[in-house]
């Protein structure tokens, strides 16, 4: 609208004469702005003192998810830590064992030596406490290693544990029972470290 037109609707001859009239303190008040289509409006709640209140949509915890995969990892690491130390004791177990077996096994022909020494007559007594002290050392060894000796005669033969290279037909001895040790078989716990050589009775 010109300036004319408002002098010409008014009879004002300038916009102080219009403030004057009033005629500005009657114009509409602005239409509240409705959404656009496709937008949804905000939720909101009235609080105590009647105003309406935006209520914010929860959102997931960033930090809980976080925890929950640290959580997790963890769990995984500590059952592979797990599974690795009980095989590594495992394997150090049967590693000191092989070594024990091993060694053993190649104590065990001195053991013989003394075996026969001392059943062979000697009249120097002093000599022959000597060789029994030391086999008594030895076979202190052998039972502080936890190495046994395999059952001898009178035990039931067990190709698993006796070597038989003799079958012998001896009235004190029932059929299938070890007869006489010709060389002593040990173990080591359930491990078999050498086969006694023995005769079997018919």
């Known amino acids: 609208m010109t300036d004319e037109e408002i002098r010409d609707a008014d009879g004002c001859e300038d916009y102080e004469s219009l403030e004057e009239s009033g005629l500005h ?19 909101f709640d009235e609080t105590d003192d009647g105003e309406p209140e935006i209520i914010e949509e929860e959102e997931e915890n960033p ?4 925890l929950a995969e ?18 590594t004791a495992k394997e150090k177990a049967e590693t000191f064992q092989d070594a024990v077996a091993k060694t053993v096994g190649e104590l ?24 029994e ?12 290693l936890g190495v046994t000796e395999t059952p001898g005669a009178g035990s039931e033969f067990n190709p698993k544990l ?6 012998v037909d001896d009235p004190d001895y029932e059929e299938g029972t ?24 018919n």
């Open 162 to 167: 006796h070597n038989a290279i003799q079958q």
């Open 108 to 131: 065990l022909p001195m053991i013989d030596s003394f075996t026969l020494a001392m059943g062979v007559p000697c009249s120097d007594e002093a000599y022959r406490a000597g060789i």
């Open 133 to 144: 002290k030391i086999y008594s050392q030895l076979t202190a060894i052998l039972t502080k």
């Open 63 to 66: 930090l809980a998810a976080e």
């Open 25 to 43: 303190e009657d114009a509409p008040e602005t239409a509240p702005v409705s959404p656009a289509d496709g937008e949804e409006e905000a939720p």
């Open 178 to 201: 070890v007869c006489k040790v010709y060389q002593k078989g040990y173990l080591l716990g359930d491990r078999v470290i050498r086969s006694a050589i023995v005769a079997v009775a």
């Open 70 to 87: 640290t959580k997790d990892k963890y769990m995984r690491l500590f059952a592979e830590f797990d599974n690795f130390r009980k095989r």
